[in-house]
């Protein structure tokens, strides 16, 4: 077997434990009505290493970019199907993720080509952004499909969570204008309106739980695209680190070529 395949297959078995870890993880995902989603550490490792790993692959093997789109996006596609079960929006989810990764390798295409010198951090930025959206969009999915969506839907009321956040808020309006003299009624005082804001809130939005699932869905995959930038920078990051050890290991090396450019003759 050639030492190019050897990598190849080496990159894919990376790509399969990495995608196998950050989804079998996803028991452990749920939407948080404060925070947008609580992810376990181990789970967000995994995936930081997968979108470095699949954004270093489009770099290192791009003369291959349409079989490395299918492969990769069957194997993240496929993982996530079997995890939460074939559906047309499991298959929908996939094939998004289908397209933004077709979107990443043209653009690490066009970057490889254009510049003369190897920069491997423009080569990853200029595809990170979409690998990153990409796989937020199956995360939304998931939570479109989360335990929590259903639960909102079928009680009628915001989870408890949100209580929580309501008294810090009062707490932080009104805590620093209670004297020592009123400490004795304040807790009292602010359960009071906690749970009148609480039960105002329930009753306003209940003809709208039955929505719960796609709102919930669609504000997660907002608020991940606010992190999507900070999100795409700690994996161009570790990115670069793999690239790195991969170079230093001699599996990797930057050589030298002559090239041809066109120019204009008047």
């Not at 050639?2 to 990376?14: M, Q, S």
């Not at 028991?27 to 992810?39: D, E, L, M, P, W």
């Not at 915001?158 to 204008?177: G, H, M, R, W, Y």
């Amino acid at each position: 077997m050639e030492p190019r395949t050897i990598k190849i297959a080496l990159w894919h078995v990376i790509v399969l434990i990495s995608a196998l870890l950050m989804w079998g993880g996803s028991s452990q995902i749920h939407f948080n009505s404060i925070t947008g989603v609580s992810v376990q550490i181990p789970s967000f490792g995994a995936f930081l290493v997968l979108t470095s790993m699949i954004g270093v692959g489009f770099i290192l093997f791009r003369q291959m970019s349409w079989l490395w789109v299918l492969t990769v996006s069957a194997i993240v596609g496929g993982l996530f199907i079997l995890q939460f079960g074939p559906s047309w929006l499991n298959l929908t989810g996939a094939g998004i993720f289908l397209v933004f990764c077709y979107e990443a390798s043209n653009r690490v295409g066009r970057e490889v080509t254009e510049r003369l010198k190897v920069n491997i951090s423009a080569f990853l930025w200029r595809g990170m952004l979409p690998i990153v959206l990409g796989l937020f969009v199956l995360i939304s999915f998931a939570a479109y499909q989360s335990s929590l969506a259903d639960q909102i839907k079928e009680s009628g009321r915001l989870p408890s969570q949100t209580a929580v956040f309501f008294e810090d808020l009062v707490n932080k309006a009104i805590a620093n204008k209670v004297g020592p003299s009123e400490a004795a009624g304040y807790q009292e005082e602010v359960s009071q309106i906690v749970n009148q804001t609480y039960t105002d809130v329930n009753n306003f939005l209940k003809p709208y739980f039955r929505y719960a699932p796609p709102i919930l869905a669609f504000a997660l995959f907002l608020i991940l695209w606010g992190l999507s930038w900070p999100v795409s920078a700690m994996a161009v990051l570790v990115g670069m680190i793999w690239f790195w050890i991969l170079k230093k290991a001699g599996v990797v090396k930057i050589g030298e070529r002559d090239i041809k450019a066109e120019t204009l003759i008047v």
